[in-house]
């Protein structure tokens, strides 16, 4: 699976819009690029899954270069319930592959009012 | 629809012990896969089934076991409990075929005294 590398942490404000980038140099062709979010002790949110261009769905939207050596989760007008960890996964559609999911460290967003 | 449901949510056992944990998948889904999740590792993949098999497995030692019956409903097992075992362990579901993000259940919350 590729490694990917994501901020350690954000700080954002009420009302803005973040952008998360995660870079995943080795990616194979084959691989798709999916986040998940995760609040204190509960499980991994599914939020976003795009191979390459541009996906958006109701919660954030997902802009992939050409070279598809990194992405970026962009999050609209962000609230306080956005707190949370957001991991960035490449791997299979199921985003994982032989090795299930690979989290990484993921980024801890936190945003402020 | 319903979401993936663990039993149970908090447990404390006392070193030495075994544990069993359940997870009921969301309907029609056939995989289901184990995590453990520690402050200092991270989430960690232990094992997957699909259609009562097991697909793929973690790096693990084999204390910790599984299985998945019929229904799709998965139990883990981890034998002669550990200080090092107390964890956040999540299950989740999905449709196993390559497709589609992954649905994690709150979690069981294991404490080892």
């Known amino acids: 699976l590729a490694k990917t590398t994501q901020p350690i942490s954000m700080d954002s404000y009420e009302g803005q819009e973040v952008n998360i980038t995660c870079s995943h140099n080795?990616?194979?062709?084959?691989?798709?690029i999916t986040w998940y979010q995760q609040f204190p002790s509960q499980g991994p949110r599914f939020i976003i899954q795009?191979?390459?261009t541009k996906v958006t769905n109701e919660v954030a939207s997902l802009f992939i270069p050409a070279d598809r050596k990194s992405s970026t989760l962009s999050l609209p007008r962000v609230s306080l319930s956005d707190t949370a960890v957001y991991y960035c996964?490449?791997?299979?559609?199921?985003?994982?592959?032989?090795?299930?999911?690979?989290f990484g460290k993921g980024t801890h967003l936190i945003i402020q009012p | 629809k319903a979401g993936v449901t663990q039993t149970p949510r908090y447990l404390i056992k006392t070193r030495g012990q075994q544990v069993t944990l359940s997870c009921s998948p969301i309907?029609?889904?056939?995989?289901v896969s184990w995590y453990q999740q520690t402050p200092g590792q991270g989430l960690q993949f232990l094992f997957e089934?699909?259609?009562?098999?097991?697909?793929n497995k973690g790096n693990f030692p084999g204390r910790f076991s599984g299985r998945q019956f019929s229904n799709s409903r998965s139990e883990m097992n981890v034998s002669t409990l550990e200080l090092g075992d107390s964890a956040l362990y999540l299950c989740?579901?999905?449709f196993g075929t390559g497709s589609g993000g992954y649905t994690f259940g709150s979690g069981t919350r294991l404490t080892v005294v």
């Open positions: 989740a579901s999905s």
């Open positions: 080795n990616i194979a062709t084959n691989d798709y």
């Open positions: 795009g191979y390459k």
């Open positions: 996964l490449v791997g299979d559609r199921t985003g994982g592959g032989a090795d299930g999911l690979t």
């Open positions: 309907s029609g889904h056939r995989s």
């Open positions: 089934y699909f259609s009562e098999t097991q697909r």
